[in-house]
């Protein structure tokens, strides 16, 4: 089964032309897996007027299904309303395996649930983590448990992540595996030119939301501008540290780039505290433009919370900046690459990364050290070792052996399916056990309805695969689904 091609369908409620890290992780996997030569769909909600099929980058299928988002990004719950249209595709495209991603989406969900009822195997990746104690991850821990209590694999994206995921779904530990990011090398390339060394500059490239830490930076960024507004402040160990790498004065300058509900208070403080030359705020990026901003910058920083994996560090080590970040959720763990030259001991490197705990005295002091050793820093050098860490190909081809796995599950009709179901809790197992066989009966009413002879399976259209740096392509095929 190693050599054998798998028709896949991924889904989620995040994908292109919204950015972020889901929506990066599904479109170069689902690249370097049709290099690969498996045939890759992926469905998703409509974004504004594109709605219809879409052909991406590589012959990469997009259906954009006409369901509008309801609140971030996601659609609204139907249970049964996405049960036609997601039967259609998956015999027009003669699917064989589905691919759900992210908690969060409702969509994903849903196809998941549906195509287990038509007898698909699934694998679900996680890319978040969630709590315990609060109402929201309360209730979508609960969803989670209902979804991936008949899953057939399933992906973390760190150990950190993977150890969340089980003791929120109750699912068995041998059945997720841990496959870590990647980030595009080929497109996160330092400047051909240092930038200049009159200054430090900062980068924060983020959703400016409390998740990501928003809150911190309000407090961080004046603390750290107090402390370098000029030469004359410097101490006299630091400025023999630098002094052969700066030419005149010197002082650390901010670039934000992002949007979000916390925006206000950074843009208050940076009235507050009178740092309008000091802290640029850009607003949302996109990412065709990120590499542009970070490649302005010395540090990148990240602030966040809570993050199951940031891709945003491996595109700003990639870019050479040296990385300040938070010590939470999947950073700081132990992960071994499948590299013969390098042992990760973090997402990155001790030498690529200053670790802080999210307090903001712990980062400006961060900071502090990582102004320090910046002199040491060349980014060059550290593209290179990026290369050689992480990259998609690897990712794709550990996804493979997960597909090649969930294949070889046994198949389980609908009475041992539900006891799965049953195990979910005294009341809430009763309740899912319904909702699955309710799901089963309108399936078997839509195959007497339209029987899969009636709807017509599409040709595969094979496209010469893109070289690295060729620019997003895609064009329309069809305004609508029929």
């Not at 950074?266 to 490649?295: F, T, Y």
């Not at 502090?368 to 690897?394: G, N």
């Amino acid at each position: 089964m190693a050599n054998e091609k798998h028709r896949i369908l991924m889904v989620s409620d995040f994908f292109y032309p919204n950015f972020g890290g889901v929506e990066n992780h599904i479109y170069y996997l689902s690249q370097c897996l049709l290099k690969l030569g498996h045939k890759v769909v992926v469905m998703t909600h409509a974004y504004g007027n594109r709605s219809g099929v879409r052909y991406m980058t590589g012959g990469l299928k997009v259906y954009y299904v006409p369901w509008r988002p309801f609140v971030m990004q996601n659609t609204l719950p139907t249970f049964y309303g996405t049960l036609p249209i997601i039967r259609t595709i998956l015999i027009r495209e003669k699917i064989s395996l589905v691919h759900g991603h992210q908690a969060f989406s409702t969509l994903c969900h849903e196809a998941l649930m549906h195509a287990r009822t038509m007898g698909y195997k699934v694998i679900f990746t996680d890319h978040s983590l969630y709590g315990f104690a609060d109402v929201g991850s309360i209730h979508m821990n609960k969803v989670l448990q209902f979804t991936l209590a008949d899953v057939s694999q399933a992906i973390c994206v760190s150990h950190t992540s993977k150890e969340n995921t089980v003791l929120r779904s109750g699912l068995p530990p041998e059945k997720v595996f841990v496959i870590p990011n990647a980030v595009d090398t080929a497109m996160f390339k330092p400047a051909p030119v240092r930038p200049g060394n009159n200054e430090i500059i900062i980068v924060v490239i983020s959703r400016l939301v409390y998740r990501k830490g928003a809150d911190l930076l309000v407090e961080v960024i004046p603390e750290v501008c107090r402390c370098y507004p000029n030469v004359s402040n410097l101490d006299h160990d630091f400025l023999c540290t630098l002094q052969s790498h700066l030419e005149t004065h010197f002082k650390v300058r901010f670039i934000v780039g992002g949007d979000g509900p916390k925006r206000v208070r950074l843009e208050e403080m940076r009235e507050k505290h009178s740092l309008q030359d000091r802290v640029e705020m850009l607003g949302a990026v996109p990412h065709a433009h990120v590499q542009s901003v970070l490649i302005s910058g010395h540090i990148f920083l990240n602030s966040s919370l809570t993050e199951a994996f940031c891709i945003a560090i491996l595109e700003a080590a990639s870019c050479g900046l040296l990385t300040v970040s938070t010590r939470v959720g999947g950073v700081p763990e132990a992960c071994i690459m499948r590299c013969p030259l390098y042992l990760v001991n973090f997402v990155l490197p001790d030498d690529m990364i200053v670790l802080a705990e999210p307090d903001p005295v712990d980062m400006v002091l961060a900071i502090r050290k990582a102004i320090s050793i910046l002199p040491k820093i060349d980014p060059q050098v550290m593209h290179d070792r990026m290369k050689k860490l992480y990259h998609w190909q690897d990712v794709a081809k550990r996804t493979e052996i997960v597909y090649d796995r969930a294949l070889k599950c046994s198949n389980q009709n609908l009475l041992e399916r539900l006891s799965r179901y049953l195990s979910c809790g005294a009341w809430a197992g009763k309740l899912f056990c319904l909702v699955m066989i309710i799901d089963y009966l309108l399936w078997r009413l839509l195959e007497l309805w339209k029987p899969a002879e009636d709807i017509e399976e599409v040709p595969d259209i094979i496209l010469p695969h893109h070289q690295d740096g060729e620019k997003l392509q895609d064009f329309n095929e069809d305004e609508s689904l029929r």
